[in-house]
């Protein structure tokens, strides 16, 4: 048995590995900003990820031997796990990072609804309390000004971004379902490699790669590569270590981004922003913390 963390220690660490994963986004936008396309970024990620896993794998000697019956809805998971990640990647192309990860949030929400509309739980009234709290942040997080920079593009980015948070509600379901005998290193290690190889097939048939075109760009692709494998292994440390009601400090990522998108890409956000980033933060701990 892995040896426990103190509650603070696990909340700490839990905050370190969510500030990695914004700032994976963080990066992204950098990338993007020079040069970088999507599916490029989406290609580097899911490559290094599943290298890294794979190697981890070897090491610690973890059977890799998938069971046919299984095969089927890990490519499906699979196939999702890109969908996801190119959506979210094209909602930071467009609109503040922390706004494309606010609406992704929504996913715990929808995970809860589909899993009602499933008959795998009874609906529970008393979690629509946070669910219609995280829709006001929500509705407070995205009151752009029109005439404020990249406005414009908040539509499109906000579709982007709930068509990601979609299709990792049906993932979350598939892993708590269907393939939550897998140990959880090969089922990420197993959906990441389809990611990376379907990913790498279909943008280079349809010519959707661009490499950066300066530095910044080249900085910003290694940054979202190397960040997103340190939050991953950092996740697979701690969350064995840490009991379940402090895994809701993992929901400080859009608030870290938050503040990463004002400090290193000057993006500028208002107090009444701020106020519904917070309440769809807090409404989904809220809603974690009733589903335990």
């Known amino acids: 048995m892995e040896a426990k963390m103190t509650p603070g220690l696990g909340i700490l660490m839990l905050i370190g590995v969510a500030s990695c994963f914004a700032s994976n986004h963080l990066c992204a936008r950098i990338a993007f900003d020079h040069g970088t396309s999507v599916a490029t970024a989406v290609s580097v990620r899911a490559t290094f990820t599943s290298l890294l896993l794979l190697a981890v794998m070897r090491l610690q000697r973890i059977p890799m031997a998938i069971p046919r019956a299984l095969r089927g809805k890990t490519l499906l998971a699979g196939l999702l796990i890109l969908t996801q990640?190119?959506?979210?990647?094209?909602a930071v192309a467009l609109i503040p990072p922390a706004l494309a990860l606010l609406v992704f949030q929504t996913s715990p929400m929808l995970y809860v609804l589909l899993t009602w509309g499933l008959g795998k739980e009874q609906p529970r009234w008393m979690a629509l309390a946070p669910?219609?709290?995280?829709?006001?942040?929500?509705?407070?997080?995205?009151?752009?000004?029109?005439?404020?920079?990249?406005?414009?593009?908040?539509?499109?980015?906000?579709?982007?971004?709930?068509?990601s948070g979609c299709s990792m509600t049906v993932v979350y379901y598939l892993n708590a379902n269907a393939l939550k005998s897998l140990d959880g290193r090969l089922r990420t290690f197993a959906m990441t490699a389809v990611t990376a190889v379907a990913v790498?097939?279909?943008?280079?048939?349809?010519g959707l790669h661009s490499l950066p075109k300066d530095g910044y760009g080249w900085l910003g692709l290694a940054g979202l590569a190397v960040l997103y494998c340190v939050a991953m292994m950092?996740?697979?440390?701690?969350?064995?270590?840490?009991?379940?009601?402090?895994?809701?400090?993992?929901?400080?990522?859009?608030?870290?981004?938050?503040?990463?998108?004002?400090?290193?890409?000057?993006?500028?956000?208002?107090?009444?922003?701020?106020?519904?980033?917070?309440?769809?933060?807090?409404a989904i701990a809220w809603l974690g913390l009733m589903k335990r």
Do not use: D, H, K
């Open 234 to 282: 950092g996740l697979f440390y701690v969350l064995p270590r840490v009991s379940s009601t402090t895994t809701g400090a993992l929901n400080f990522e859009p608030i870290a981004l938050l503040v990463l998108g004002w400090v290193v890409l000057g993006l500028t956000v208002t107090a009444l922003q701020v106020v519904g980033a917070f309440l769809v933060v807090g």
């Open 85 to 90: 990640s190119y959506c979210l990647y094209s």
């Open 131 to 163: 669910m219609l709290l995280a829709l006001v942040g929500l509705g407070l997080a995205l009151n752009v000004q029109p005439g404020s920079s990249g406005a414009a593009n908040i539509p499109a980015g906000v579709a982007w971004a709930f068509a």
């Open 200 to 206: 790498i097939v279909i943008s280079t048939a349809a």
